[in-house]
């Protein structure tokens, strides 16, 4: 392995209803990542879902999201980290003023 750099816009990019997704991991992590920064439109909210088989963690790189899990909700801020285990169900909303996560979670979210 010998590891890679990426530029603020630079990965393989998707559009997912409106979300703009900018995969940050490569085929390089050995199979053990996924990196994913999403940009959201405003007010987007996702549906209640689970990932039976990896656990996926939000770290908010701007504007503020209602996170929930399990029977727990949690209004995050810029900075603010949450950790969600596999078979959880959850789902966020991104606020009034939006707008970008950072998704962490076992490599073949994206």
């Known amino acids: 392995m010998v590891g890679f750099a990426l530029g603020k816009e630079e990965g393989p990019q998707i559009n997912f209803h409106g ?3 900018v995969v940050r991991s490569q085929d390089d ?3 053990t990542c996924s ?3 999403m940009i959201h439109p405003l007010n ?3 549906a209640l879902h689970i990932h039976p088989n990896s656990t996926e963690a939000y770290y908010v790189l ?7 899990y399990g029977k727990k909700s949690y209004h995050s801020q810029i900075r603010d980290f949450v950790f969600i285990p596999k078979g959880i169900p959850h789902n966020y909303q991104s606020g009034s003023n939006g707008r970008k996560v950072l998704v962490i979670s076992s490599a073949g979210l994206e």
Not at 62 to 68: A, F, L, N, R, T
């Open 44 to 46: 987007i909210c996702r």
């Open 19 to 21: 979300t703009k997704m």
């Open 62 to 68: 701007e504007g503020k999201y209602s996170i929930q």
């Open 29 to 31: 992590s050995e199979g």
């Open 35 to 37: 990196l994913i920064e």
